[in-house]
T-cell receptor, first 115, second 111 residues
Framework: GAVVSQHPSWVICKSGTSVKIECRSL??????MFWYRQFPKQSLMLMAT?????????EQGVEKDKFLINHASLTLSTLTVTSAHPEDSSFYIC???????????FGAGTRLSVL | QKEVEQDPGPLSVPEGAIVSLNCTYS??????FMWYRQYSRKGPELLMY????GNKEDGRFTAQVDKSSKYISLFIRDSQPSDSATYLC???????????FGSGTRLSIRP
């Protein structure tokens, strides 16, 4: 149980295009999902907290207009990187917290490469 | 001072050795303590989950929490090359609204 599916696992795009990453909790409902960014050999950096049916809460320094987050249902959150640039190239990871539990379960991550 | 401190390593030990990984923290409100394992270019995988102080054992893994010292540990017995990964400690308060991660320790098990 507690499987989080994240797609795509790897995406390459041209500079200026937008990329959407999906995060799904497959066998549980998640009222809260988190989006992280990770640079090589560094720890996870929280970007935003996504709550079902409400606006996401962004961490300081994260541009909300560039990283659009939608949490339309209890099993799906999406992160859209708008007008991607090479500096947005990174490893993006989502996690989901099961209703009435205090554990974050992580997706496998999405490697974004912007040319 | 960071809320959670973790030695980044790298830590290299021979196969079969006992591995000890540790984290210290400063926020006394933390009540939930977790250890995640992350292989290269993969998402973190939950290994151990502990509430408050005490020990928890799962196979070759033992997690210890000492809230009085604000110190948590993960022990790996009979270490295997497949245990080579980055290990992240993480903790949260009772609201679980945010998890604070350590920087991760890179572990390498030599065959």
């Amino acid at each position: 149980g507690a499987v989080v599916s994240q797609h795509p696992s790897w995406v390459i795009c041209k500079s200026g295009t937008s990329v959407k990453i999906e995060c799904r909790s497959l066998d549980f409902q998640a009222t809260t999902m988190f989006w992280y960014r990770q640079f090589p050999k560094q720890s996870l950096m929280l970007m935003a907290t996504s709550n079902e049916g409400s606006k996401a809460t962004y961490e300081q320094g994260v541009e909300k207009d560039k990283f659009l987050i939608n949490h339309a249902s209890l099993t799906l959150s999406t992160l859209t990187v708008t007008s991607a640039h090479p500096e947005d190239s990174s490893f993006y990871i989502c996690s989901a917290v099961a209703v009435a539990k205090n554990i974050q379960y992580f997706g496998a991550g999405t490697r974004l490469s912007v040319l | 001072q960071k809320e959670v401190e973790q030695d980044p390593g790298p830590l290299s030990v021979p196969e079969g050795a006992i591995v000890s990984l540790n984290c210290t923290y400063s926020n006394s409100a933390f009540q939930y303590f977790m250890w995640y394992r992350q292989y290269s270019r993969k998402g973190p995988e939950l290994l151990m989950y502990t509430y408050s102080s005490g020990n928890k054992e799962d196979g070759r893994f033992t997690a210890q929490v000492d809230k009085s010292s604000k110190y948590i540990s993960l022990f790996i017995r009979d270490s295997q090359p497949s245990d080579s990964a980055t290990y992240l400690c993480a903790m949260s308060d009772s609201s679980a609204s945010k998890i604070i991660f350590g920087s991760g320790t890179r572990l390498s098990i030599r065959p």
